[in-house]
């Protein structure tokens, strides 16, 4: 039998009291000071992807109403070079685009950062072609609930995105924060449609591009990081993976890994371009063989020995995703023991997490600072 370590009720009660004394319902998220004296920050993933389809407006609008310090867009190209807002180029799963005739001929096979993908792919739709489809929930066994919003929002493109973002700041009276990942780079280069060049333009006019701006920009690469690092002020986060290469690297024939690049000597290097990591949640606290979580590494320590924050990923109330001994019964889409789990990453140095419940991510984190 597995030993399941949660914290008591009682003390959950007592928390809670004081999370209702130290912040009244009306204090800004945003600005939360952790025991290291950084940000601690809830970042909606793709908005918040477990309440509505993710990487909608609807989605990031409903991260910052519940209380998202920043909120998540991952941007790709569409063949007339604007930028959109997916979390793959790919988008069978998450539009409708297969149940329209009139694109059944652009279905293809891609191989994308060494991976044989089918399906079909923004950089073969212009952006008028793409206004024609509709969001669909990608997890629709897990998310039965997030199905009800198929087909109700567009695509939203990377202007859009930061155009709700200013709204919603000014409306909430708080800054909400922009945190946007290039994906795939270095193959959308190779395609002529390039993503730092709109990326910062986009900045540039939504007055986002300068030190002390609240925004973070992220890529699984380097080389663009570096090159971003030219262009605007401000932060700038290296994603790692628990397995596997930047793509960047691979292409240019560089043998290092997300493990070299996650040692002590690969985070000073890092820190050379960036203001912080974004690592695997495995990367922070390891499963054990039996599933169970290990203990720390010493990830956290060694990055922020480097002058680097940590955001860690990603973090989903459901037991598929949980480690086993947090699971709540048998049902994979059934809420597990994720405020146990997000208080350990929270113990363990984090200065922030991604998370698809951002309501999860601020109820924690204030569990964890009214604690002590």
């Not at 409903?62 to 998202?68: D, E, Q, V």
């Not at 959109?84 to 539009?95: D, K």
């Not at 090159?227 to 628990?242: K, Y």
Request: net charge negative.
């Amino acid at each position: 039998m597995r030993t399941v370590h949660r914290l008591p009720a009682a003390a959950v009660a007592v928390l809670v009291v004081l999370l209702a004394m130290l912040v009244p319902p009306s204090a800004p998220a945003r600005g939360v000071p952790g025991p290291q004296g950084a940000e601690l920050l809830v970042i909606g993933h793709r908005g918040a992807a477990g309440h509505r389809p993710e990487h909608t407006l609807a989605s990031y609008e409903l991260a910052a109403r519940m209380g998202a310090d920043s909120i998540e867009c991952d941007v790709v190209s569409t063949s007339d070079g604007v930028l959109v807002c997916r979390h793959e180029n790919e988008i069978a799963g998450t539009t409708d685009v297969a149940d329209h005739p009139e694109f059944a001929d652009r279905r293809t096979t891609r191989t994308v950062d060494g991976v044989e993908l089918s399906g079909w792919f923004t950089e073969d739709f212009t952006l008028a072609e793409l206004r024609t489809l509709r969001a669909v929930e990608r997890l629709p066994d897990l998310r039965q609930e997030n199905t009800l919003y198929d087909e109700l929002f567009a695509v939203p493109t990377l202007d859009e995105y930061l155009e709700l973002r200013e709204d919603l700041s000014e409306e909430l009276d708080r800054e909400v924060g922009a945190y946007v990942e290039t994906k795939h780079p270095t193959y959308f280069d190779s395609l002529g449609l390039s993503l730092e060049e709109p990326l910062v333009a986009g900045l540039r006019k939504a007055d986002l591009d300068d030190e002390g701006d609240p925004v973070f920009l992220q890529s699984f690469e380097t080389a663009n990081l570096r090159e971003l690092d030219d262009e605007v002020d401000v932060p700038l986060v290296q994603l790692l993976s628990a397995t596997g290469a930047p793509a960047d690297l691979v292409a240019a024939g560089d043998p290092r890994t997300y493990a070299d690049l996650s040692t002590a000597a690969g985070l000073a290097d890092v820190a050379e371009y960036a203001n912080g990591i974004g690592p695997a949640k495995e990367q922070v606290i390891p499963l054990t063989a039996d599933g169970t979580p290990g203990q720390p590494t010493s990830l956290v320590a060694d990055a922020h020995a480097a002058g680097l924050l940590v955001h860690p990923y990603t973090f989903r109330n459901e037991n598929d995703f949980l480690p086993a001994e947090l699971d709540r019964g048998t049902d994979p889409a059934a809420y597990g023991d994720a405020i146990e789990e997000q208080l350990r990453f929270w113990a363990a140095g984090a200065d922030g997490l991604f998370t698809d419940q951002p309501d999860t991510g601020v109820l924690t984190r204030d569990l964890f600072l009214a604690a002590g």
